[in-house]
């Protein structure tokens, strides 16, 4: 708003002519005077540790707050803007413990032609003017820098935005929705989508073809670090974790010593060095190392120094992820906006993997699960969701140590029957039909539908195996 404000103070206004210009330069400079000391009060009062926490948090937050001043200075000697003195003349400030210090490390890496690290690339356009056609970045394969269509528009310099064979320009033409002006928060995820879609299915037992050269082109994504999630990006152990799951599940299973470089004395990280934690990533090197104990053992493989650590190494996952549990059943993580799929991802990986020991903790995430359905039988933290709803339904029909408990009580039938009919049919062909709001977390919040699809195909299926047809409604 503070940008087109100011396009409309300094006499352009973006085709808007006359009194209709003033009426917008009114409106906008209305909303920027209730709610820009809002924002300024609330900055001053948040400690750091209260910003979500997203990739790349510091710097974009510390970005966002200069880019903010920068706007407000320049329309400081504009009466024309209409902001109230008062606001023209009050810097934002950063929440307590936010100091800029990382921000101000990259801008001045660029700006003297130093590399920075290969995740900052996602983030790229916090760096503003720096980032243009910085001579130490390249765009990758396809155009993209950091696997992000902001970070790719902030680099596009003018000469590069003028040739219409640049790879950059071509990426950026693709896409961007050209009725909407919208991009997505991040593209390619093409070792994270194929992944998370595999593996979902396989694991649910969904049959489905898949090609030898898909398995293959997966498989050949794992180098000496794992694999990251797309090209422009740095290696993470939860795609790589998910992608050594899901070629144990074809058949094609691969030691996970890749992950070692991402063990702490705790726990294991996304990234080496990383100061955050994550439940979910734990829960996927859970299943990758249950996966390929599990093939080795129905290849009757003696028993190595190797096996043993990762034999190790689900005890201690196991351990962990139970620990992590809160007191009412469920898992929250940094990935997810929604406490369903955290408890999903840890339920599955410690009912196939976790034994018997697991079993509580399995039985207070399907209690919680239970409770928490509304009326329409649709689960959702703020309110009912497709997406939200499968990985609801995951949990109560993931059945490897359930024994009994499901045709003792009657509950689950009834929860997961009701459940079912708030889906979609599997069979629509529209995909639009299988999305909902954006709760997975990125630097934005994003949807990747493709997985989400995959999630409600995979609900469906163990709904049907237990006798309940998903698609008789």
């Given at each position: ?55 790349a948090n510091d710097l974009i937050t510390s970005s966002l707050i200069e880019s903010i001043n920068d706007h407000l200075d320049s329309l400081r000697p504009l009466p024309a803007s209409g902001l109230d003195p008062a606001v023209h003349d009050r810097h934002l400030g950063r929440p307590r413990g936010l100091d800029g210090t990382r921000l101000a490390k990259v801008r001045a890496a660029l700006s003297a032609g130093v590399s920075v690290p290969e995740k900052v690339l996602h983030a790229l356009e916090v760096a ?346």
């Amino acid at each position: 708003m503070l940008a087109v404000l100011r396009s409309h103070a300094n006499g352009y206004p973006d085709g808007i002519t006359g009194s209709d210009a003033e009426v917008k330069a009114a409106e906008l400079a209305g909303r920027l005077n209730r709610v820009l000391p809002m924002l300024a009060r609330r900055l001053a009062d948040m400690p750091a540790a209260a910003l979500p926490d997203m990739p790349a948090n510091d710097l974009i937050t510390s970005s966002l707050i200069e880019s903010i001043n920068d706007h407000l200075d320049s329309l400081r000697p504009l009466p024309a803007s209409g902001l109230d003195p008062a606001v023209h003349d009050r810097h934002l400030g950063r929440p307590r413990g936010l100091d800029g210090t990382r921000l101000a490390k990259v801008r001045a890496a660029l700006s003297a032609g130093v590399s920075v690290p290969e995740k900052v690339l996602h983030a790229l356009e916090v760096a503003s003017e720096l980032a243009r056609g910085a001579r130490t970045i390249r765009p990758g394969s396809i155009g993209a820098i950091g696997a992000s269509p902001a970070a790719t528009a902030a680099w596009l310099d003018g000469r590069a935005a003028r040739d219409a064979s640049h790879p950059a320009r071509i990426f950026l033409e693709a896409v961007v929705d050209e009725h909407a002006g919208l991009a997505p928060c991040g593209i390619p995820i093409t070792v994270f989508e194929r992944a998370w879609v595999l593996g979902t299915l396989a694991r649910a037992g969904v049959e489905v073809h898949v090609p030898a050269s898909l398995v293959k082109e997966l498989g050949a994504a794992l180098g000496p670090g794992g694999t990251p999630a797309a090209e422009g990006l740095p290696a993470d152990a939860d795609t790589t974790s998910a992608t050594l799951y899901a070629l144990g599940l074809l058949g094609a299973p691969r030691p996970p010593d890749v992950l070692w470089p991402y063990e702490t004395e705790t726990h294991f990280c996304t990234w080496p060095g990383e100061e955050g934690f994550s439940v979910t990533v734990n829960a996927h090197v859970l299943e990758a190392f249950g996966q390929y104990l599990h093939a080795v053992g129905q290849g009757e493989s003696p028993q190595t120094a190797a096996t043993e650590r990762y034999v190790a190494t689900v005890d201690k996952l196991v351990a962990l992820l139970s620990d992590q549990q809160e007191a009412d059943g469920t898992w929250t993580d940094r990935w997810h906006a929604s406490p369903y799929y955290a408890t999903m991802c840890c339920v599955v990986a410690l009912d196939r993997f976790g034994g018997e020991k697991a079993a509580p903790v399995i039985r207070r995430a399907r209690e919680w699960t239970l409770a928490t359905q509304r009326p329409d039988g649709s689960w959702g933290r703020w309110e009912g969701t497709a997406e939200e709803t499968a990985y609801a339904l995951q949990i109560l029909l993931s059945d490897e140590h359930v024994g009994g408990m499901w045709d003792t009580t009657g509950r689950y039938k009834k929860s997961v029957t009701l459940g079912c009919k708030f889906l979609p049919a599997p069979d629509r062909p529209d995909p639009g039909t299988f999305e909902g709001p954006a709760l997975w977390h990125d630097k934005d919040l994003y949807l990747p539908a493709a997985i989400v699809r995959a999630s409600l195909l995979a609900a469906q299926h163990l709904a049907n195996k237990r006798g309940l047809r998903p698609d008789s409604h």
